[in-house]
Nanobody, 118 residues
Framework: VQLQASGGGLVQAGGSLRLSCAASGTITSIKNMSWYRQAPGKQRDLVATISTGGETTYINSVKGRFTISRDSAKNTGYLQMNSLKPEDTAVYYC?????????????WGQGTQVTVSS
């Protein structure tokens, strides 16, 4: 099983980006999908999570600006980021709790850089 994150880039403050996280391999089911971010010199923090049933949670600083979603048919998760701020600059990582055959485990994507200029 592999997770491939994409969609990062350089954007001006106020702009938008859409991150994607595609899972591939032998996948029986995907439970929670999450996005984390890590700014230089800081720890990796949880940004948003979406459950199998579509319930979502966000950290306060992105509520109303970011939207997490998933397409179960494509084994893909998304993070739509609007009204971006310089403090959103970080490497963004996706994580998914995936069942492959009889093994349930967390998998991480490789990270995608998001840079917001002021």
């Amino acid at each position: 099983v592999q997770l491939q994150a994409s969609g990062g880039g350089l954007v001006q403050a106020g702009g938008s980006l859409r991150l994607s996280c595609a899972a591939s391999g032998t996948i029986t089911s995907i439970k929670n999908m999450s996005w984390y971010r890590q700014a230089p010199g800081k720890q990796r923090d949880l940004v948003a999570t979406i459950s199998t049933g579509g319930e979502t949670t966000y950290i306060n600083s992105v509520k109303g600006r970011f939207t997490i979603s998933r397409d179960s048919a494509k084994n893909t998760g998304y993070l739509q980021m609007n009204s971006l701020k310089p403090e959103d600059t970080a490497v963004y990582y996706c994580k998914a709790n995936i069942r492959s055959h009889f093994i349930l485990a967390d998998y991480w994507g490789q990270g995608t850089q998001v840079t917001v200029s002021s």
